[in-house]
């Protein structure tokens, strides 16, 4: 990672306050999800958009399948959130019924948690990690990455791999993509006499690709816009690739279709479907909805011969596996309750900045007005030892005199918390 720019580190001021807000799989319906999200292309425009307000300081965005959230520094989080709606196109009082607005501590630990696996639909999964990296990545690019941010993303990626690292969080993680091989089982009483159609070719496809291929079956394809990128992830499961404008001649063909892209738009639609069920005799095909915009028209769920599961039917699969890692959650709460302290205590000192530079520029002010008098009676001739001897007891007295001016002009009352407040910030013990 790239260190954070000055630029937005000095926007940043101390009115700027952390904030985390948006929605996923436990507070919004696929439906909503789908609306929200950011495409790749246009992220680091948006993040620029954002930043140009000034009450958005420094911002990240993180949005996948099952989250969009919004990581900043600013003084006022509902403008954050207005941008969000009117960004999406979205009516503000339509979404804050899904939408988390998480201030300071609530945010830190909730991105430690992010990063950790432990807001995940799949319990532990590692996906998420490098999606908030890609996060990172993408806010750096855009120059909306500033000192704040910075710091709380790299502690997330190190909390993460502590509790990797010291707990079974991630072990037997029961996938999506091994959610939907059990699924098709269901369906097909073997899979190796099925013909499988991936439409997209990126990690997720990749994933299910690898599971679906260990079950041997008759025939593997992959469809992408990119035919080199389908070619590639196709031939390393013996398969063939085509392009997407394909697939309406060529569905048919196929009697599981698992599907994840970056589309905006479907992929498929209920009409494409029809047809290609209707060229089937109507012998069922199974299908595997995971991108974020469906790539499924939602209307083929309702056709007979179609057995259409969503992310977020295969999430509710996957919870059930998810009890043999429960017994790690509480050890990674452990762990995150641990770093956030840490974190929030360095968040704290940032406060204190202003006040030791200011302290700082005092005492080299009596400083630098000491040692030029000390060279001013050097030159004239003046005995060393004599001229040390009156620069050291120039800055003690210089440095002293407001603490000591303090203490003889404070009340009763004052004097004894004064008195401890000195004791402590120069180490003093008490006189017995």
């Avoid at 309406?248 to 009697?255: R, T």
């Avoid at 069922?284 to 977020?312: C, G, H, K, N």
């Avoid at 205590?345 to 000491?370: F, K, M």
């Amino acid at each position: 990672m790239t260190a954070p720019r000055d630029s937005i580190a000095r926007t940043s001021g101390n009115d700027m306050q952390l904030y985390a807000l948006g929605l996923n799989h436990n507070t919004a319906p696929l439906a909503i999800r789908e609306q929200m999200v950011f495409h790749a292309e246009k992220l680091q425009m948006a993040l620029r958009e954002l930043t140009q307000t000034k009450r958005v300081g420094e911002a990240a965005i993180l949005s996948t399948c099952n989250r969009t959230e919004l990581y900043c520094s600013s003084t006022e989080p509902h403008e954050a959130l207005h941008w969000l709606a009117e960004y999406q196109r979205v009516k503000p009082q339509d979404l804050k019924p899904f939408l988390y607005t998480l201030p300071k501590e609530q945010a830190v630990r909730h991105a430690f948690r992010v990063a950790s696996g432990l807001e995940s639909m799949v319990l532990g999964e590692p996906q998420i990690l490098g999606q908030m990296k890609e996060a990172v990545r993408q806010a750096e690019s855009a120059g909306t990455m500033g000192t704040l941010l910075h710091k709380l993303f790299q502690r997330s990626f190190a909390v993460a791999k502590e509790v990797r690292t010291n707990t079974q969080i991630g072990a037997n993680v029961v996938s999506m993509a091994a959610a939907s091989v059990k699924l098709a089982a269901r369906i097909f009483p073997s899979l190796k006499e099925q013909k499988i159609l991936f439409i997209g070719a990126g990690e997720m496809i990749d994933l299910c690709a690898t599971h679906f291929a260990a079950q041997q079956p008759r025939a593997i394809t992959v469809a992408s816009r990119t035919l080199e990128r389908a070619r590639a992830l196709a031939h390393r499961f013996n398969g063939q690739a085509i392009e997407l404008r394909e697939l309406s001649e060529q569905l048919h063909e196929y009697d599981i279709v698992v599907s994840c892209t970056a589309s905006s738009l479907p992929i498929l639609g209920k009409g494409t479907v029809e047809r290609a069920i209707k060229a089937r005799r109507h012998r069922p095909m199974f299908m595997v909805d995971l991108a974020v915009p469906r790539d499924i028209e939602p209307e083929v769920a309702e056709m007979d011969d179609v057995f259409l599961y969503t992310v977020d039917d295969l999430g509710q699969m996957v919870k059930t596996g998810a009890d043999a890692r429960q017994s790690a959650v509480a050890q990674a709460e452990a762990i995150i309750e641990t770093s956030v302290g840490s974190f929030l205590h360095w968040l704290s000192s940032r406060d204190l900045v202003p006040t030791i530079r200011a302290l700082r520029s005092h005492a080299e002010e009596a400083r630098g007005e000491e040692v030029q008098r000390a060279l001013k009676l050097l030159a004239r001739g003046d005995d060393p030892k004599q001229v040390l001897e009156a620069l050291s007891h120039g800055l003690t007295n210089k440095l002293m005199h407001a603490p000591t001016q303090a203490l003889n002009d404070a009340s009763a009352e004052e004097r004894t918390r004064l008195t401890e407040l000195v004791s402590r910030l120069y180490q003093i013990r008490s006189p017995r």
